[in-house]
């Protein structure tokens, strides 16, 4: 399924269940050797227009002319993220097979994904029987309500796709650039992350800037394959709500020891989130 | 078609059908049982009309019926919606009174009179100008932008979801209790 994802070129309508909002776009995914480009193009207002290549998506809002350009440390597809190893998942996650269904008129086969604990979401994957291709996924809170979906309507896999490019010789175009590559080595930090559920690991730990102004903010993301977790630290502002937060999948949780605070972010459940924050203490000089 | 075959039934539970057509009814229903349970139905109307029974309905049936509908779950807040009071129609009715007496004055008086005429764009930003810049702040400190940016940089979800609305846990926690 992996290879299929990243290596074929496909076409269709997706539909994106999040957060009690339903978003439709057409949705093109080209592939040519080892370069790929996922490009969206919303059907609903506001009118955007997205291209993912590699680690870089470029967000163009036509009505407010404005682009914004994300530099992203780790490249991740809008359909689905899944872990490089599914052998190492099994620790983790029960993997069984579920019934056979058709998705977007095409048939596929139901892969239940089942968390062993509870610091994670339990998943569902309709895989496209023929190109092996993920039509629809669905997220699973605690209780078993579904809290998240995306799925394919219609789909077509073609021999080739153009690569797309967005038009930046736009008159009164703003372009927004937003840089999080400053890499940094987490025996660095200046905190410890004391608490971390089995198969979480680091994925990057760099330093950005955030909220419009040049205040400098560090973040670590961890991840089990399938579900992530943001730790960011900066200075404390007061404005900063200390109750969990939630939207959808995600939830979070601000700490704060001393002059800093602790913003803890993640596609889990809120025990996960309160777990890692209990863990998070400053390293002793 | 239908009408017709309706009227016959009709006809036959008031008598009124002739033998022969009557036959061919029976015949009809007997092999349709679409139309057999039609000729039960307009039956038993016709029994409860001719027997003038009524079904006597416990006194508590009604009560009992809102009592059930306010116990159902509510899943949406309930959102008491007030008609704004609205100062459209006072502010114009002043504006013609002071209008007409301007007019009325206007040639009694020997100097003429001098009237500033403020801009309509320059009117704007001296009203708006301080909720322009309150509305700036409140945008910086409003949690939820915060918030939002820290969903930007944890994955792409955002570019693909509208409307990211963080809510207080437990306010969505007791929205999925109810």
């Known amino acids: 399924m992996q290879a299929s994802i990243k290596t074929l070129n496909y076409q269709g309508t997706v539909v994106f269940l999040k957060n009690n909002t339903l978003d439709s776009m057409k949705y093109f995914h080209a592939a040519n050797e080892d370069v790929e480009q996922e490009h969206l193009l919303s059907l609903n207002s506001p009118v955007r227009e997205i291209l993912r290549n590699a680690d870089k998506v470029s967000c163009l809002f036509k009505d407010l002319k404005k682009i ?30 579920g019934e056979q269904a058709q998705v977007a008129l095409l048939p596929t086969q139901v892969i239940l994904i089942k968390p062993k604990d509870a ?167 | 078609m239908v009408d017709d075959i309706n009227q016959k ?34 039956q038993t109307i016709s029994y409860c009309l001719s027997s003038k029974k009524v079904l006597p309905i416990r006194e508590d049936f009604l009560s009992n019926i809102q009592q059930g509908i306010s116990k159902d779950p509510l899943y949406f807040s309930t959102v008491n919606l007030q008609p704004k009071k609205s100062y459209r129609t006072l502010m114009a009715l002043a504006a013609c009174v002071s209008l007409i007496a301007i007019l009325i004055l206007k040639p ?9 005429i403020v801009s309509s764009s320059t009117m704007a930003a001296i009203t708006t100008q301080p909720e322009i810049d309150q509305q700036k702040t409140k945008q910086k400190n409003n949690p939820n932008n915060r918030f939002n940016d820290y969903l930007q940089a944890h994955n792409t979800s955002l570019y693909t979801n509208t409307a990211v609305t963080f809510q207080p846990y437990t306010q969505t926690a007791s929205y999925k209790q109810n």
């Open chain 1, 68 to 97: 914004e350009i994300n530099h992203l440390p780790t490249h991740r597809s809008f359909i689905i993220n899944l872990p490089k190893d599914f052998n190492q998942q099994t620790a983790y996650y029960d993997f069984k097979l």
């Open chain 1, 119 to 285: 610091f994670r979401y339990a998943r569902k994957i309709w895989i496209d029987k023929h190109h092996k291709l993920p039509l629809k996924t669905e997220v699973y809170d605690p209780t078993g309500a579904i809290i998240e979906q995306v799925m394919f309507t219609e789909l077509k896999v073609k021999k080739s796709l153009p690569f797309a490019s967005i038009n930046l010789n736009v008159a009164h175009l703003k372009i927004k650039h937003i840089h999080q590559t400053g890499l940094q080595a987490l025996e660095k930090a200046v905190f410890t992350v004391n608490n971390v559920p089995q198969g979480f690991k680091e994925v990057f730990f760099i330093q950005m800037q955030m909220h419009g102004s040049k205040q400098s903010v560090k973040h670590l993301l961890l991840s089990d394959g399938f579900s992530s977790v943001s730790i960011y630290q900066e200075a404390q502002d007061e404005t900063v709500p200390l109750e969990i937060q939630s939207a959808g999948s995600v939830n979070s949780l601000v700490k704060r020891i001393g002059k800093l605070q602790f913003v803890i972010m993640g596609d889990v459940p809120v025990k996960t989130i309160q777990f890692i924050a209990n863990g998070i203490s400053l390293k002793t000089p």
């Open chain 2, 108 to 116: 009694s008086e020997e100097t003429p009179l001098k009237v500033n």
């Open chain 2, 9 to 42: 039934i009709s006809c036959f539970i008031d008598d009124e059908l002739k033998s022969n057509e009557t036959l061919d009814l029976l015949k009809e229903c007997q092999s349709n049982p679409t139309l057999q349970n039609k000729l039960n139905r307009y």
